[in-house]
């Protein structure tokens, strides 16, 4: 039996004991777009509704739109079950008796390595090679940390957490996540290293925006970037690259609740700290004016009231061609296919959505957003679109009917 995005609503609008019309007031839509999709007369909304919607539920947009987790897909031997093992090890907490290490760990030097080559892996999107080698990843780095308790191990275990957390969100998993981050944070402690921290605290406004706490989100991220602040006469570029990454986190959330002044505020300081820093790639992230001006794309977007004019505005002062991250290119993609659709050019949404998914077919079936878009155009769809109904199917989201 297929359960609608109204049938969604309907039971976490019950389960909270609110009326239709006390949900429409709280995130701000129509009420009659609530009943409508309560009654199956509308199989979808636009995008900025459901995340109103879920906002005003409390909880994931995942979760309202029926976007599966890829728990059982990622790998063939036991998918993220086992990362989520490793993440939440009982034997890594202060009290429990751990397991004696079978095997000498690698070297600090050989882990540093693999370190690498699967931070390489992740923003490639090589997400089903990731999660076959992450738990191994976790459980050598801790035993390295065992074993040679330097700064730089403990900052190589700081930042293969960073990768468990980045993978369990993108796979619809924020709570492993939120524990990663924990372990991330007294890593990066152990590490002497405040701009690790830095880093763990942006990985963490990323866990809470995708957990529907927008505002924390927002605060954590602001307050560390007001602390990190670096003197920008001495400022060193990975000063200002963690610095810029923590106000990018700050805006994304600020825009979501529709707080579009603040959030460009936001991300022009932090477009400043890249002009000043150039290309920068620090601590398992990348940071340049053009990974700024993408976020400007998405901020359009956001919130209750997207501007996808505005978003495509943004999008021509993007240089595509100088985004050095696979994943990233796909996630402005995604974002630009979105503003084509919302402005009536659908025949470019679908194209540009095709051509993400030929380049990242693992990372586009775990996206909410590509996955309510593509919803939002099959419920417009007038003529039997095959090409549109296949990347439907792909991303596991039912056909209107």
Do not use: C
């Amino acid at each position: 039996m297929k359960i609608s995005i109204g049938d969604r609503i309907r039971a976490l609008r019950e389960f909270r004991d609110i009326t239709q019309d006390q949900l429409a007031e709280r995130a701000e839509v129509s009420v009659d777009t609530i009943r409508k999709l309560e009654q199956g007369v509308r199989e979808s909304a636009r995008i900025n509704t459901l995340r109103a919607l879920a906002r005003a539920l409390d909880v994931q947009l995942e979760r309202l739109v029926g976007q599966p987790t890829v728990t059982k897909e990622l790998t063939p031997d036991g998918g993220l079950l086992a990362m989520r093992d490793a993440i939440q090890d009982p034997g890594s907490l202060p009290g429990v008796l751990g397991y004696v290490d079978l095997e000498d760990p690698p070297s600090p030097a050989e882990w540093a390595s693999q370190v690498q080559a699967a931070t390489d892996t992740y923003w490639a999107g090589g997400y089903s090679e990731l999660a076959a080698v992450l738990p191994q990843l976790l459980r050598d780095g801790r035993a390295t940390a065992r074993q040679h308790d330097t700064e730089g191990v403990w900052r190589d275990l700081a930042l293969t957490y960073q990768l468990a957390a980045s993978l369990s969100t993108q796979s619809g998993h924020p709570d492993w996540a939120y524990t990663a981050v924990e372990r991330q944070l007294a890593a990066a402690a152990r590490a002497s290293d405040p701009l690790l921290e830095g880093m763990g605290v942006s990985t963490l406004s990323w866990v809470l925006l995708r957990q529907g706490r927008w505002e924390q989100a927002r605060d954590v991220a602001e307050r560390k970037a007001d602390q990190l602040e670096p003197p920008r006469r001495r400022a060193t570029p990975d000063q200002l690259a963690v610095y810029g990454n923590l106000l990018i986190a700050a805006a994304t959330p600020a825009a979501r609740a529709d707080q579009h002044d603040d959030a460009m505020e936001l991300l022009t300081h932090a477009e400043s700290a890249a002009v000043q820093s150039g290309p920068v790639r620090a601590y398992g992230s990348a940071f340049s004016v053009t990974d700024v001006r993408t976020q400007r794309v998405n901020v359009a977007l956001a919130g209750t009231d997207g501007m996808p004019d505005a978003a495509l505005d943004a999008a021509a002062n993007v240089d595509l061609s100088s985004i050095s991250r696979p994943v990233h290119s796909a996630s402005y993609r995604v974002d630009v296919a979105q503003a084509k659709y919302q402005t009536g050019d659908q025949a470019g949404a679908l194209e540009l959505l095709l051509e993400v998914e030929a380049e990242q077919p693992q990372w586009i079936r775990v996206q909410a957003g590509a996955a309510a878009t593509v919803r939002e155009m099959l419920e417009a769809e007038r003529r039997r679109n095959g090409a549109l109904r296949g990347l439907a199917s792909r991303l596991g989201v039912d056909p209107a009917l």
